[in-house]
């Protein structure tokens, strides 16, 4: 059977983040993602129907000290993936990505991602902040709903 879904997903990520034409930011492919999957298991969510993915979830853990760099825009978003190696104890969750298909939006899907991908990585490590960098409202209020389920202080970074 076709991913129809799959297709609409990367025209949706493209469009929206414009990751390629950045080289400031991560730009997700299958290396990116093999990384990711190093890094912890939990980074990269996705909900799927019969017909391919409808919702997608990044987190990165990384330390309180990249997490205070990216956010003082010392590092970019790339840095921040190429600075952060398995085998440290993590702290802070970088709230990176998540992208919903227009018809499955309002009904949860990403917070219950993030949420899943931050409690698997506090059985693992002892997160103690979250952190964003908006591109949107929705963003920020998927951020700060996580937050506060959590009870974990949100920093963002700023425009």
């Known amino acids: 059977?076709?991913?129809?879904?799959?297709d609409r997903m990367i025209a949706l990520a493209e469009d929206f983040f414009a990751a390629k034409n950045?080289?400031?930011q991560i730009a997700v492919d299958e290396e990116?993602?093999?990384r990711l999957r190093k890094i912890h298991p939990a980074t990269l969510g996705e909900v799927a129907d019969e017909?391919?993915?409808?919702?997608?979830?990044l987190v990165l853990p990384t330390t309180r000290q990249l997490m205070e760099q990216f956010l003082g825009k010392k590092i970019t978003e790339r840095e921040l993936l190429d600075l952060t190696n398995g085998g440290t104890t993590f702290d802070a969750v970088y709230l990176c990505s998540a992208l919903v298909l227009p018809e499955y939006r309002h009904k949860g899907l990403a917070r219950r991602l993030a949420l899943e991908a931050?409690?698997?990585?506090?059985r693992d490590y002892p997160i103690r902040e979250l952190f964003y960098w908006s591109f949107s409202r929705e963003g920020t209020r998927l951020a700060e709903s996580v937050s506060r389920?959590?009870?974990?202080?949100?920093?963002?970074r700023p425009e």
């Open 22 to 24: 950045d080289p400031d």
């Open 118 to 122: 931050v409690r698997a990585l506090q």
């Open 1 to 6: 059977m076709k991913n129809e879904n799959l």
């Open 32 to 34: 990116v993602m093999d």
């Open 149 to 156: 389920s959590l009870d974990l202080p949100l920093s963002r």
């Open 51 to 57: 017909h391919g993915p409808i919702a997608w979830m």
